[in-house]
């Protein structure tokens, strides 16, 4: 089902979770929802699911004005990072929790329960675990039965918040790629809430940046990595390196060094920002003059730390090793050409 959020504004005191927040998800989209610590994630998604009422603004889930119904009456699934499993009942009894506990009206009989049980239970890749306890579950089995049991109510949207949050690097990378095979077996709408930017630019269908409540940014994981609205976003996104300077008649101005920009930007003070594998290295007089102040080398990657001259940022550059390259060394004089970057008014 698709979902609407119109004009949503929550405040605590004198911090605004969410303001004025609008965002269409399409039915069957896999949308992450991506900021910082404090940034309104979990308040957006507290107020989808009707755990947390808005000062203002509204939930639509299609059509149907969503905002003062209950969290059974808008039948969503979660999955919290500590939304734990009940330990007294077994993963199949976990499962079928949500359909068990409907009203009488609405509740499918039991052969019918079982059924949808062991459906989910080859869905998740755990068809042999219906009778264990959750403790004898590893945590990224347990999360994967939270989801089975977000599912059985065949949800309106799923909702999950850090998910995969506390489990270790390795499981989680699996998790997700695991999340996004199920995501198109089931066609599910969802929402996933992260602070991991690879997470998100991984998983997502579209990718939500949010920055104090507001939403800085919406857009495929592609258009958010390689067309990042603001420093912000740049910012957020991967390792990033900053050049101060201004813009004059279409050109970038560093120094005595001058970059073309394509599209209009404004005069004035800005910033350029550049990835560290997005530079190449040049001929001291042929780029922006720099100074290297280490090199570190990682299997076949090399990492340069380096000065550039006139600014006050550590700036770094990655590059592949190849036999036939010289690697500066710390306190050689190299040229930089930015070959892919961004400008944002300072
Ligand atoms: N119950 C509460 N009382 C007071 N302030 C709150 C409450 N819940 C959230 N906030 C504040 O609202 C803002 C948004 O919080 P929220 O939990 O939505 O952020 P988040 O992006 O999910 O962060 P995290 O990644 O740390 O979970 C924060 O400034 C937070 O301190």
Partial sequence: ?????????????????????????ESGELVALLGPSGSGKTTLLRV???????????????????????????NVGFVFQHYALFKHMTVAENIAFGLRSRPRSRRPDKATIARRVNELLGLIQLPEFGGRYPEQLSGGQKQRVALARALA?????????????????????????????????????????????????????????????????????DEIYSAPASAYVFDFIGRAN?????????HFVAGAHALHLPTDTTDGAARL??????????????????????????????????????????????????????????????????????????
Avoid: C
């Fill in 153 to 221: 109510i065949d949800p309106n949207v799923l909702l999950l918040d850090e998910p995969f949050g506390a489990l270790d690097a390795k499981v989680r990378v699996e998790l997700r790629r695991w999340l996004r095979n199920l995501h198109e077996q089931t066609g599910q709408t969802t929402l996933f809430v992260t602070h991991d930017q690879e997470e998100a630019l991984e998983l997502a269908d579209r990718v939500v940046v949010l920055r104090d409540g507001r939403i800085e940014q919406v857009g495929t994981p």
């Fill in 242 to 250: 900053v050049l101060d300077g201004h813009v004059e008649h279409g």
């Fill in 273 to 346: 920002y550049a990835r560290p594998h997005d530079i190449a290295l040049t001929a001291v007089d042929e780029g922006l003059p720099a100074h290297v102040i280490a090199a570190h080398r990682l299997a076949d990657r090399i990492t340069l730390e380096l000065h550039v001259d006139g600014q006050a940022r550590a700036f770094e550059l990655d590059f592949v090793a190849t036999p036939d390259l010289h690697t500066p060394t710390p306190g050689d004089r190299i040229g930089l050409r930015p070959l892919r970057y961004r400008v944002y008014p300072a």
């Fill in 1 to 25: 089902m698709d979902l609407h959020i119109r004009q949503l504004s929550k405040r605590y005191g004198a911090v605004a979770a969410l303001d004025q927040v609008d965002l269409d998800v």
């Fill in 48 to 74: 989808i699911a009707g755990l947390l009422h808005p000062d203002d603004g509204r939930v639509l889930f299609g059509e149907n004005d969503a905002t003062r119904l209950s969290l059974r009456e808008r």
